[in-house]
């Protein structure tokens, strides 16, 4: 599992590591029930406080993306029903935060619905992209 936190980003570094561990399981990069490093392999692998990747598999399991087994440690939720909503919600605040400066800014509303149909169609073709590659490499 590869997993990186910027020091300058301004969220703690457990809130990194909580998004980069989601984003790898929407990704479908981590599957079902998959097990993932141990909070010692983890804070030895990123040269982290074993606490900081603690409270970030705490929160993970609250939220239902991970679940713990007695002695075995952290697998992937079988269930991402709540994890999927979380984000579309967290998808659709930013997308207002955008819609807002861009009215700020006096950019019209077709102007807007036609960046915002740019930009979906520049993330599906990269993605279809991704997954070529990823095909090419199998």
Known sequence: MFLTVNMRDKRPI??????????MILSGELKSDEQIPSVRQLATDMNINPNTIAKAYAELERAGVVYSAMGRGYFVSPDLTGARAE?????????????????????EKACITEMALSAIDEAYKEKNERNGENDKNR
Do not use: M, T
């Not at 457990?14 to 984003?23: L, M, P, R, T």
């Open 87 to 107: 984000e579309k919600e967290e998808i659709k605040r930013a997308l207002l935060h955008c819609v807002k400066n861009a009215e700020r800014c006096g950019v």
């Open 14 to 23: 457990y809130k990194q590591i909580v998004g980069g561990i989601k984003d």
